[in-house]
């Protein structure tokens, strides 16, 4: 019952933070430890009645805690001794710990590679652990004024030298009111969102016709539980060719009420300036409940502590990249795909302007034609009769 309280509250938040529209947004890097080896980026969104809090690191598997607050004042606490311990347990709290209302984490574990060898099928190469990846100080991209951070790594050993000359990268972007972001796919966000994009760049693929699968998994604590959408419509100025959304929403068990989400179009570019061209295939495979145990990011421990393993679900979800031949990537070995994350129902597009003037002409024409015609019909029929003399 609390629990369904707690997220009842969420929703109201939220409404009321949406009818606001704007929050003051701010970002720490590492709050309370003077030393750059670990990476923790605290981003809090502030409205007039509550508080979203967006908590990112690299210990361990890179990760995102995202915490709604019913409290503007509510305020992250770290206990750094016990956070780089090997139990982290209760080393990351949220102070009045009462104020909080919901809690969520997604974490980026594993990027996969595979060709599509003909005829023996498909041939898979090890697999890149992200929780064994060396990340450089995210503090040297750290941009206050745009709300802008950039999480770049390299795996810790690289035997194969895929990456001697390339990395991956999560882009990270705060957002303090409603838009649209400028780059291609040009997602919709709110002010209760961020943007994470996830860059492959300069990595050598292993075979000729390389392609790679992100896997993505998130963490709900008892109450709600993650479904997967997908939008189609026939909108497509923002994101030209892309007509699909999908959609990662947690659910209240108890009711309908969407309490977070990840949302992106399908679609990766292969491009630093993307253009429609430059698109490259995005599928979603099936989302399914986490057999391979625990993800391997530290703070998602400090958080919930012994919950992950017990009262938790933890789903998992791989995001694929490029088409049968994986020409795109080969040819630039380039390749970014961005997602929203945040809070409530995830942003919904309306039909644009644009696209609303041409289903009118398209629509209103036929329609035109057809009553012009009635009506020169008409008048030619009351020509004719009309040259008839009256018979006495």
């Not at 951070?149 to 705060?174: W, Y």
């Amino acid at each position: 019952m609390a629990a369904a309280a707690g997220l009842a509250l969420l929703t109201a938040l939220l409404a009321a933070a949406g009818a606001e529209r704007d929050r003051k947004v701010s970002m720490q890097y590492n709050p309370g430890w003077d030393n750059s080896s670990v990476n923790l980026l605290h981003v809090q969104a502030v409205g007039p009645r509550d508080s979203l809090h967006y908590v990112w690191s690299s210990i361990g598997a890179p990760a995102v805690l995202l915490v709604a607050t019913q409290s503007p004042s509510s305020a992250l606490r770290v206990n750094w001794s016990r956070l780089l311990s090997p139990s982290p347990a209760g080393a990351i709290w949220i102070e009045p710990p009462d104020s909080v209302v919901y809690s969520t984490a997604v974490v980026f574990t594993k990027l996969f590679e595979f060709s599509e060898a003909k005829p023996s099928g498909e041939l898979f190469y090890p697999t890149y652990d992200l929780a064994e990846f060396s990340w450089d100080s995210l503090n040297h991209t750290l941009n206050h004024t745009a709300l802008t951070a950039e999480l770049r790594g390299v795996p810790a050993t690289d035997p194969g030298g895929g990456f001697s000359n390339g990395s991956l990268a999560f882009r990270i972007t705060a957002y303090e009111s409603s838009g649209r972001a400028e780059r291609l796919p040009s997602l919709l966000h709110t002010a209760d969102s961020s943007q994470v994009e996830f860059v492959l760049a300069g990595v050598a693929p292993r075979g000729n016709s390389s392609r790679f699968v992100l896997e993505v998994a998130t963490v709900e604590e008892a109450g709600a539980v993650r479904r997967l959408r997908a939008q189609r419509s026939i909108d497509d100025e923002y994101t030209p060719t892309i007509f699909e959304v999908l959609s990662l929403v947690a659910e209240s068990q108890n009711s309908s009420s969407t309490l977070g989400f990840l949302q992106w179009k399908a679609t990766a570019y292969g491009s630093r300036s993307p253009r429609r061209e430059d698109s490259i295939q995005c599928r979603a495979q099936g989302l399914h409940e986490a057999s391979w145990g625990l993800p391997v990011a530290t703070i998602l421990q400090a958080y919930f502590g012994n919950s992950l393993g017990s009262t938790c679900t933890i789903s998992a979800l791989n995001v694929s990249f490029g088409g049968e031949e994986g020409e795109v990537y080969r040819e630039k070995r380039y390749l970014s795909w961005s997602v929203l994350l945040g809070f409530g129902e995830p942003p919904r597009d309306t039909f644009s302007p644009l696209v609303i003037s041409i289903t009118a002409v398209a629509l209103g024409t036929p329609l035109a034609m057809l009553l012009l015609g009635s009506c020169v019909l008409l008048l030619a029929q009351r020509r004719r009769y009309s040259e008839y003399e009256p018979i006495n």
